[in-house]
């Protein structure tokens, strides 16, 4: 369903201000966090700092299990990997996300960890962080949080798949991109794509064509822009426009299944 850019919008207005003071409190607020939440680790966790340039593994699907994981810059991606060969992007992660809890449960990472970009990681050996998180109760709060919040992350996920348009699907794939960006004091207007459209689609569930379609769409709706002629640079000129779509079609969505 399009947006409608012509309805009387009078309440939206008056309460813009206010909702856009909130999210830009909220951004504040997750930045801190990060910051709070890379100095703890950083301070009473030995670590190993490693540079990863777009391409590097930081692990592989049936290595061992012996260390945890945390960007501290750059972007990766999680691809799963099937018996019969079909793989799978299941999950992006940015500065301050933990890599591996899947590894945790039987010993054995269960996905492969791709750089994206140049960044660093560092890596945790799972025994010092255990003693750590005993000597030191709000280590450990802290690593179930983040247990938390990836679980949270991936039912979100899971309900953008299964929930919404394949238009409505890339829209709330580029706000997340643009919200995660915002929390990590970067600039939101434009974004640069690291996956592919392949990847992308592979990630939303759709075809390469769906994704270029529904680019296309959103770019005609000014929603998006195109700031290069590889498309791989995306203007994004009022997130909460995008926002304001995605949640559009959530509602028609959920009423059509109501009916």
Request: aromatic content about 6%.
């Amino acid at each position: 369903m399009l947006l409608d850019t012509t309805a009387p919008r009078h309440h939206d207005d008056a309460a813009a201000p206010a909702v856009r003071r909130d999210e830009r409190w909220e951004t504040r607020q997750e930045a801190r966090r990060l910051s709070e939440m890379l100095a703890l680790v950083a301070e009473h966790v030995p670590l190993q700092r490693r540079v990863l340039h777009a391409g590097e593994s930081v692990y592989r699907c049936g290595d061992a299990f012996t260390q945890l994981f945390v960007l501290n810059t750059g972007c990766c991606k999680l691809i799963n990997s099937a018996a019969d060969g079909r793989a799978q992007v299941v999950g992006l992660q940015f500065r301050g996300d933990w890599l591996g809890f899947d590894g945790m449960a039987d010993g054995r990472y269960r996905c492969d960890a791709v750089a994206l970009d140049t960044g660093e990681i560092w890596a945790l050996r799972y025994d010092q962080l255990l003693a750590a998180c005993a000597a030191h109760p709000p280590l450990m709060a802290l690593l179930l949080g983040e247990m938390s919040r990836v679980i949270s992350r991936d039912r979100d996920s899971l309900m953008a798949l299964t929930t919404l348009s394949a238009d409505a699907r890339v829209a709330e794939f580029l706000r997340l991109m643009a919200d995660a960006l915002a929390e990590r004091g970067l600039r939101t207007d434009q974004i640069t794509l690291r996956m592919t459209r392949a990847e992308i689609g592979n990630y939303l569930g759709m075809t390469l064509e769906s994704v270029s379609r529904a680019l296309s769409r959103l770019a005609r709706q000014h929603l998006i822009g195109f700031a290069d002629g590889a498309r791989r640079e995306i203007s994004i000129p009022d997130v909460d426009a995008l926002a304001a779509f995605v949640g559009n079609a959530a509602t028609c969505g959920a009423n059509a299944t109501l009916q």
